[in-house]
């Protein structure tokens, strides 16, 4: 036990009083000075206003085209992280309402879905586009609520991408025939999909609408935190008239999940997760004849080179781990800075982390909302204590932070060793780990020493070292002077145990496709 080793913790500079004088040694006005040295702002609170789709207390199973009971009787509460509050409670699905979700699903794939033409499917797919898009800012304030992300993200990216996933498949459903020359795709079935509670409703849209665009119909499972959204999403099923079954709901936790990939009748498993659950997925598929794809966990490497523009590098570190407080598979959670230009980069990332706001997810100012659960929070926690025990300096960013709720204040480490597990694990919440590197081969180096390969970031001004870094990190994806850019026209997903199989563009619709 390392018990009596003492900890390392980093207070923030003050700002030298010589900073409130400006170049020319005249008194800078205080506002100026906070702003140019990034002192928080005293802001009046600005909550937005409350969603016209009225939070019901309790949420049943949609399936079928309806709301169901289920069949134990049993809910479980969701929480407003913010607060600790209970929202509503949510149906406990078992495998006797899996069983009713994919019998719903095949009947509706034998009858009505796998049937219809692409153009028809298409025509369901762009209202249900339309509808999301009309209902964005109402389902935001939901999502935000139950989940714990900021209402500027949950509103300007989480359901934008969402409505623009139906969109874009949308537009796919009757042009399959061009998308593979040559080749005749058809649909897989029956498709069971079970998503984490990082992104609720994008990681819904991203696994439905390529799915039914494709002629597949589903059963989702979302994660057990964040379930209220994807009912609100089976309400614009509803308005939107997609025929019963088509996609069905079942809310639960980690076995009613394992249920539906147990499921006999099931022609594909689509997963996005741990990386430990993901395995257990893979080994009890092994051997069946469902197909399976998996979008995991990342410990993804942002490589800052001596030429990099270094204000955009850092606006770019805080959009890769304190964007939706690190809960992000693809933050870049190890930072690795070319030795030159360390202190630079280490100063104006203390200064930037001071000015970021946490707390109330609904405050339109808030940068860093809450920790979408105290099990998530535990997790931030014990892996923080680790990296102190460990010997790596703990700098945070010094914030008030509510009484009441799950959060964690942005944070980073300094003096890590690429052996920390703060440097190996996924962290999944705002704490940064940076680390140095003399020449871009080290550095290729070490971001490649992981067992994940979920994405990367380069920062540097010359195009000749973005490609040959990005040509030889083994990731999935790779930013180039930006971080965490989705578009439903690229396709995501990882290398080793960042799973297999991407989602988005023509490669996402070839998963949902027996191509012969
Ligand atoms: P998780 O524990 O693996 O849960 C993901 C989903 O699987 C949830 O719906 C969960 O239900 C369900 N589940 C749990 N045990 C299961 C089992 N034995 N069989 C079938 N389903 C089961 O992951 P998480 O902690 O919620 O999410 C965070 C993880 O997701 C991170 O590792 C992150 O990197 C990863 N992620 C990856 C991507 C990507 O695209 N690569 C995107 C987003 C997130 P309950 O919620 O009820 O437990
Ligand atoms: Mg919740």
Redesign the pocket.
């Given at each position: 036990m390392k018990k009596n080793k003492p900890r390392k913790i980093v207070s923030h500079d003050v700002i030298p009083s010589v900073m409130s004088a400006s170049s020319h040694g005249a008194p800078v006005p205080p506002a100026e000075r906070i702003l140019r040295f990034g002192d928080r702002w005293k802001y009046a609170p600005a909550p937005e206003a409350p969603s016209d789709l009225k939070l019901r207390s309790r949420y049943e199973l949609f399936i079928g085209g309806k709301f169901v009971k289920p069949s134990s009787g049993k809910y479980f509460p969701s929480i407003n992280p913010a607060n600790e509050q209970q929202l509503a409670e949510i149906a406990l699905g078992n495998a006797a309402d899996v069983e009713r979700a994919v019998k719903a699903a095949r009947h509706a794939y034998d009858h009505v879905w796998g049937k219809m033409s692409g153009r028809e499917r298409g025509k369901y797919l762009f209202r249900i586009a339309r509808l999301i898009q009309e209902k964005i800012r109402d389902l935001a304030v939901l999502e935000s609520l139950d989940g714990g992300k900021t209402i500027r993200e949950s509103r300007n990216i989480d359901l934008p991408l969402a409505a623009a996933h139906f969109f874009y498949h949308a537009g796919w459903a009757d042009k399959l025939d061009y998308a593979f020359a040559g080749r005749r795709p058809r649909p897989l079935g029956v498709v069971g999909q079970?998503?984490?509670?990082?992104?609720p409703m994008l990681?819904a849209a991203w696994k439905l609408a390529p799915a039914l665009a494709c002629g597949n119909t589903c059963v989702l499972?979302?994660?057990?935190?964040t379930s209220i959204t994807a009912l609100h999403l089976a309400e614009i099923f509803a308005e939107a008239d997609l025929p019963e079954g088509v996609v069905n709901i079942v809310t639960?936790?980690?076995d009613?999940?394992?249920a539906?990939?147990n499921h006999p009748d099931i022609d594909k498993i689509a997963?996005?997760?741990?990386?430990?659950?993901?395995k257990?997925?893979a080994k009890s598929l092994a051997g069946t004849r469902k197909k399976l794809t998996l979008?995991?966990?990342?410990k993804a490497a942002n490589i800052v080179c001596e030429d990099a523009p270094i204000d955009q590098a850092i606006e770019g570190i805080i959009q890769g781990i304190y964007f939706n407080q690190g809960h992000v598979?693809?933050a870049g959670s190890r930072l690795f800075v070319q030795e030159g230009i360390v202190e630079p980069v280490i100063r104006r990332l203390r200064n930037r982390l001071r000015s970021l706001r946490v707390g109330d997810p609904l405050d339109k100012n808030t940068d860093i909302g809450a920790i979408n659960s105290r099990e998530q929070l535990e997790r931030i926690r014990s892996l923080v204590e680790s990296g102190r025990e460990e010997g790596a300096e703990y700098h945070e960013a010094p914030c008030e932070l509510p009484a009441k709720g799950y959060y964690h204040a942005p944070a980073f480490f300094t003096g890590v060793a690429d052996s920390h597990r703060i440097a190996q694990e996924?962290i999944?919440g705002p704490v940064l780990s940076v680390m140095t590197f003399r020449t871009p081969e080290e550095a290729l180096e070490r971001a490649n020493n992981t067992p994940y390969g979920?994405s990367a970031g380069v920062w540097t001004d010359k195009g000749s070292k973005v490609f040959k870094l990005a040509t030889q990190l083994r990731a999935g994806v790779v930013w180039a002077e930006t971080y965490n850019k989705f578009d439903p026209a690229s396709p995501?997903?990882?290398y080793k145990e960042?799973?297999f199989g991407r989602?988005g563009g023509k490669q996402g619709l070839a998963a949902y496709l027996q191509i012969d």
């Open positions: 079970i998503i984490p509670w990082n992104f990681m499972k979302p994660a057990e935190t639960g936790a980690g009613t999940g394992a539906l990939v997963f996005t997760g741990s990386t430990d659950v993901g257990r997925i979008e995991l966990g990342g598979c693809c996924e999944f979920l995501f997903g990882g960042s799973g989602e």
